[in-house]
Nanobody, 123 residues
């Protein structure tokens, strides 16, 4: 059982930055960041595989950067130029196996989830 713990959420004004961290009890092949706003479905934000393949949702391309430090068991989501639409609970997710490019943003492909960290962006 992989344990994931997110941190780094908070409240910022539009245009600000935050860096989310996900501490994993063990390294797995595929990692993802998802978010869910009230009344909306969970959506993929960024995913990162051990082979270096990284993908981003169109809404965050150019603003968010996902990275990992396997030595520390950490995955990061650097978020710049935040917008009110980025307000959501952000979740770290993990899969032991390779999540294909086609399924990168399918939550069902990830077995392990953190408890989430809240990001609130005010205008």
């Amino acid at each position: 059982q992989v344990q994931l713990v997110e941190s780094g959420g908070g409240s910022v004004q539009a245009g600000g930055s935050l860096t989310l961290s996900c501490a994993a009890s063990e390294n797995t092949y595929s990692m993802g960041w998802f978010r869910q706003a009230p009344g909306k479905e969970r959506e993929g934000v960024a995913t990162l595989r051990a082979d270096g393949y990284t993908t981003y949702a169109d809404s965050v391309k150019g603003r968010f950067t996902c990275s990992r430090d396997p030595a520390k068991g950490q995955v990061y989501l650097q978020m710049n130029n935040l917008k009110p639409d980025d307000t959501a609970m952000y979740y770290c997710a993990s899969s032991s196996g390779e999540v294909s490019r086609f399924h990168s943003f399918n939550p069902l492909r990830y077995e392990y989830w953190g408890q989430g960290t809240q990001v609130t962006v005010s205008s």
